[in-house]
Each structure stands twice: as C-alpha cells, then as structure tokens.
C-alpha cells in the first residue's frame, strides 16, 4: 500500500475548514497572491474607467466570497480584464446622463449580474458550459486579448486625448518595456516574490526618483492638483441618480447578461483547468451561486465585480495554495493593504500597469492559433475567426461564444447528415428493403429523404432502422411525408425495427405508416430538451 499520499487535515471551524492542503502552504500563497492581486486591479479599473479603489475592493469581496463558499477552493476570484472591457460600457453611458453616475450605472449592473449568475447555478446550468467547442475558447480567449491590448493605448495621450509629446512617449514606453523585461524574467532569479509586484515597485521607485511620468494619482485626480487615494472600508448601498428610461434598461439589463455569461464561462473555465491541474473534481453549479453572490455583494459595497482569474489562481496552486484558506488569506491581506496603504498605491506609475496589462494580452493570447491554422479544418478556423472578430469589434463576449457555439453546432449538424447510409437490397419476391445506417435526426432527415425514390422503386419497399436511431420529432414528421410520397405513388411503404416510443408517436399523430414489430425491436427515446 502507497504510504507517500497523506490524508486531507479536515478542521471543522465554519468557513475555514481544512479539507486540502496545510495551513501553512495556503497562509503563505494567500500572502502571495494578495500582492499580484494590487497592480491588476488597478489596471483593470483604469480599463474599465473607474477609479482604482473599485477594482481593488471588487477584488476584495470577489476573492473572499468565492473562496469561502465557491466549487473550487484554491481558485481566485477578481476584478479581471474581461468584465472591466464589457461594464466600460455601462460607465461610459452613466457619465453621458450626467456627471458621476458611470458609477451608478456600473453597481446597477453589476447587482443585476450577479443575480443572473446566482440563478444560473440554481437552475444546474453550469455543466453546459463544458460543451463550449475548443475553438470557441481559441476565439474567445483571443479577442479578449486584442480588445485589452487596445484598451491601454489611451494611457498614452494627456487630457485632451492626443498623443503624448516625443519625449514623453519615449520614457513611457520605455517604462512599459522595463516593467515587461522585470516581469518576464526575474522569476529566473527568485519565485519567492511575485514578479509582477517587483516590477511595479521597482519601476515606481525609478519613477519617483528620475522620471517623474504619470501616476495613478494625477490619473485619479486630474484637474485637481492633487488628492489622496483613501481606502476606508466601504459602506453598503444600492444606486441612486439612474434614469430608468428604455435605454437606460437596455444598457444595464444588457451589459449585466454579458456580464454574468463572460464571468460563468471564463470561472468555469478556469475551474475546470484546476481540476486538472489538482487531480480533484470542482462543483460548477456551487461556483456559479458563489460568482454571483460575490458579484451582487461586490457592487453592493461599490465594486466593479469579477470573475475568477486564470493568472493568480495559477500563482496559488503553484504556491501551495489547495484550501480555501489561501483565497481567504488573499482577500483580508488585499483589505488590510488597502486601507493602509492607499497613498502608496497613489504613486504606483500609469507606465507600470500599462506594461502589466501587456503580458496579461500576451499570457492571454493563445499562440498556439496559428500553428493550429495548419492542421484544424477550415470550418474550424471559421468559427475562431468569428469569435474573435465579434468579440473584438462588438465587445459583446456573451454574443461572440453565443455565435462560435451555434455555428459549431449547424457544422457538426451538416458534417453528421452526410454519414446517413441507405444500403438497398432487392428480395426474391420484388420488394425492395432500404437498410438505414447512421443517426436520423433534423440535420439529416433532408439529406434522408432526397434519396428515396417512390416513382421508380417497385410497390412493397421496407425501411429497416436496426443500424439506425430515430433521435427527434423532425423525424417523425419527415417518415410520415415520406409515407405519404409512396402512397401518392402507389406504393406500400413499411418501417422495421422502430423504437416502442417511435411506434407509439406515429400512431398518436394518425400517422398512415405502416409499423412491424418485432421482439428485437430497440427500446431506445427520442432526445428532449
């Protein structure tokens, strides 16, 4: 008997119970991640243009609800790029119906989504998200990339939204290759820090003592002169100031849908890659109540909300972090940072976090793409190309995996109608009998039927389903058109080997088909949704 696996530790105390991992692994990757989680929130509210503080408590309550009653312990919830692209939207009509309810707007949204995805998981919904085809993902993963890609070319203009002069763009880009160059390569010296924080402190003290661009603060404050990043915890409340007018509800009840679907697949997604990773089985339902309790409670108390986070659930598990501890731990030492820490984040450089989001694009991007270019099919290539340009120039990803999924679907629907089989057989005494291999069903029943010929077949002919399977009412209607096709003709048609329900369906519906049965007819159901 192995002796090397230990038992789970299960420590019975409300949320913190020990059922994977040490306390000591999950305490130190919680640290850990609670460190990654600062410069992406912060880019990620600039994305979504809100101030920095919604991101960060977004992230607060995202990971803290999640990792205390989602399907995946050990798996990172936050403020990611994804639901800041698709809420901009929201932010940027609250600010045209007046001067500071792009807020407003973002929590109304944010609310509904959540509710969404707290009923997504009561209705047992999240299993369907598994079924999403491989391209889908290709696609989705790789518009997403392109749209936060273009999203921080607008950290390189001033105010007035041209471009920065020579010399400033100059420095600032070469801020953002520095920032890059430390992320990329200084967990080749150390992984003990998170690389990412490295890279924004260094390049902020760079800033501070010789260059000088932009910071998070002037961004924050512009117009002002100064101000202060105050990180008090937040009080509840529900938003005020909305114009529920036609529009209005079109823009939240619309970006609140996206919202929930953008966060349920890329949470499920990432659930399911831990699984593999951990060799354990997540609850994708649970997930979806907890994404969308933590989503409600995160606009609530004035978050921009989120989803679950690929990079930093990576930085867990390979820290050790397997418990729910670790994303616990992140969340209370992200709040504890922030409240105390709110003047430091003020200096955190513009220039930093751009170079930040350029390796979430590149770490986001699936390369692979191209040299899958190669070897998929082209309908294949059809539907990433689809995806990814919906997403891309819509900015809608609940459409754009909408459409990949349904155009993967009428191309497996076409590619399976073309493997229907009718192998014909003359017996001695004249009739004709059609042996049917192959799965009948709506996308097939056409192809099906053009290859039946009343007029020139002789006048007993037999249809035997024994290699087949009637799956759909399509079916049956379309053996019924047939039947009456042989009838106008003069000819007698009889079915074999139809399923008991298939029988009974036909009769029900004074069908004039004429049924054998037998004992070794199949016993199998038509599909239902």
Not at 19 to 25: F, N, Q
Not at 84 to 110: H, M
Request: one cysteine or more; glycine letters at 12%; charged letters at 15%.
């Amino acid at each position: 008997m192995n002796s090397t696996k230990k038992s789970p530790q299960r420590l019975k105390f409300g949320l913190i119970s020990k059922t994977h991992g040490t306390w000591k692994d999950d305490l130190l990757s919680g640290l850990t991640v609670s460190m990654a989680l600062v410069p992406e929130a912060i880019a990620f509210s600039f994305a979504a243009g809100v101030p920095p503080l919604v991101g960060l408590w977004a992230a607060v309550f995202m990971g803290f609800v999640t990792s205390s009653f989602g399907g995946r312990p050990g798996m990172i919830s936050g403020a990611t790029g994804a639901i800041a692209v698709v809420v901009g939207k929201a932010v940027v009509y609250g600010e045209a119906q007046g001067e500071g309810l792009g807020l407003q707007y973002l929590f109304a949204v944010i609310m509904l989504a959540g509710t969404i995805q707290v009923l997504f998981g009561l209705l047992k919904l999240g299993r369907y998200v598994r079924l999403v085809p491989y391209p889908v993902m290709m696609g989705f993963v790789n518009g997403l990339a392109i749209v936060i890609l273009l999203a921080q070319f607008g950290s390189f203009k001033g105010p007035d939204s041209d471009w920065l002069d020579r010399e400033q763009l100059v420095v600032m880009g070469g801020l953002v290759v520095a920032t890059m160059l430390i992320i990329q390569f200084f967990p080749k010296l150390t992984k003990a820090v998170p690389s990412t924080l490295v890279a924004i402190v260094t390049i902020g003290i760079f800033n501070y003592l010789v260059s000088e661009t932009k910071t998070v603060s002037d961004v924050l404050f512009e117009g002002t002169g100064s101000g202060v990043l105050s990180g008090s915890f937040p009080l509840p409340h529900l938003p005020t100031g909305i114009f529920w007018d036609a529009d209005s509800i079109k823009i939240i009840f619309g970006t609140a849908f996206t919202v929930a679907m953008v966060g349920i697949i890329e949470s499920l997604m990432t659930l399911q890659l831990i699984d593999d990773l951990t060799e354990t089985r997540g609850s994708g339902n649970r997930e979806c109540i907890a994404q969308g309790g933590a989503n409600f409670l995160s606009g609530l108390f004035g978050g921009m909300g989120g989803c679950a986070m690929i990079g930093q659930s990576l930085i867990n598990i390979k820290s050790g972090g397997r418990g729910r501890t670790s994303g616990i731990t992140a969340a209370v030492s992200l709040a504890f940072f922030i409240m105390v820490g709110g003047s430091v984040i003020g200096q955190i450089p513009v220039a930093a976090l751009v170079g930040v989001m350029f390796m979430v694009v590149i770490g986001t991007f699936e390369w692979s793409t191209f040299k899958a270019f190669g070897r998929m099919q082209h309908s294949e290539i059809l539907v990433i190309i689809a995806v990814t340009l919906i997403t891309v120039f819509l900015h809608n990803l609940a459409l754009a995996v909408f459409v990949g999924v349904v155009l993967s679907a009428l191309v497996f629907a076409w590619k399976s109608a073309q493997h229907v089989r009718l192998y014909p057989k003359t017996l001695d005494d004249g009739s004709k009998v059609y042996n049917l291999q192959g799965l009948l069903y709506f996308g097939s029943v056409r192809e099906f039927s053009e290859r039946l010929s009343p007029t020139e077949d002789p006048d007993d002919v037999i249809i035997d389903f024994k290699d087949s399977k009637v799956c759909d009412f399509s079916s049956l209607e379309m053996l019924s058109s047939v039947t009456e096709r042989y009838k106008k003709a003069g000819k007698k048609l009889r079915l074999r080997h139809l399923s008991p329900e298939c029988q009974r369906l036909l009769k029900d519906a004074g069908s004039l088909v004429v049924i054998e049965v037998a004992d070794d007819d199949p016993s199998y159901r038509l599909a239902r949704v």
